[in-house]
């Protein structure tokens, strides 16, 4: 078992519909875990980070913790065209500052 | 506020050459890393440093040697190039308070001929 997984996708979904992407992982240790969007041929950029169970939204995006099911998910309401890209989860664990990402989901939002 | 810079952005080399990737960051961060981004595998972790001198493998570091004799620096070298190693590297860098998040470089895109 992986330690972060994701459906690898394409997720497609027409414009101004909410996508949601989802992520699960191994360790119940972990901490701390975070949403990066990664446009192609382009570095990882934050979106969104989330410590505690339960929602968090900043904008169009809300992010959703469940640590007794080991989940989070990330909402991204209004789909735009703009938010075409991979998402990636990635998860810190509780000792050090070890990053664990999951392979990242491809969005389509179709105009 | 440069933040992290990797150089070169984009290499191409040829198998059994040595080749070092350069990445500088302004921000004082302890935590450096160097991934790798291949499609199907996502970002794999190759080496992490947690401050000046301290470095440690990571899931694939066969092929690549780190060092960090300044806070700012983290350069990655592939000894030998091979064909395997074509590939997206990214740096990255974090502070060592738990929970920060990490800030990944524009990338450097080497391709072993």
């Known amino acids: 078992q992986k330690e972060v997984e994701q459906n690898s996708g394409p997720l497609s979904v027409p414009e101004g519909a909410i996508a949601s992407l989802n992520c699960t992982y191994s360790d119940r240790g972990s901490q701390s875990f975070f949403w990066y969007r990664q446009y192609s041929g382009k570095s990882p950029e934050l979106i969104m980070f989330?410590?505690?169970?339960g929602d968090k939204e900043d904008g169009r995006f809300t992010a959703q913790l469940n640590k007794a099911s080991q989940y989070v998910s990330l909402l991204i309401r209004d789909s735009q065209p703009s938010d075409s890209a991979t998402y990636l989860c990635a998860v810190n664990r509780a000792y050090g500052q070890n990053f664990v990402f999951g392979p990242g989901t491809r969005l389509s939002v179709l105009p | 506020d440069a933040g992290i810079t990797q150089s070169p952005r984009y290499k191409i080399t040829e198998t059994g050459r040595q080749v070092t990737l350069m990445c500088h960051q302004t921000?004082?961060?302890?935590?450096m890393f160097w991934y790798r981004q291949d499609l199907g595998h996502g970002l794999r972790l190759i080496y992490y440093?947690?401050?000046?001198?301290?470095?440690d493998k990571g899931e694939v570091p066969d092929g690549y040697v780190v060092s960090r004799s300044k806070t700012e620096n983290f350069p990655l070298t592939l000894e030998s190039a091979t064909r395997s190693q074509t590939s997206v590297y990214f740096c990255a860098s974090t502070p060592a308070t738990p929970g920060n998040t990490i800030y990944f470089g524009e990338g450097s895109w080497l391709t072993v001929v």
């Open positions: 989330i410590y505690s169970n």
């Open positions: 440093s947690a401050a000046a001198d301290i470095t």
């Open positions: 921000w004082s961060h302890s935590y």
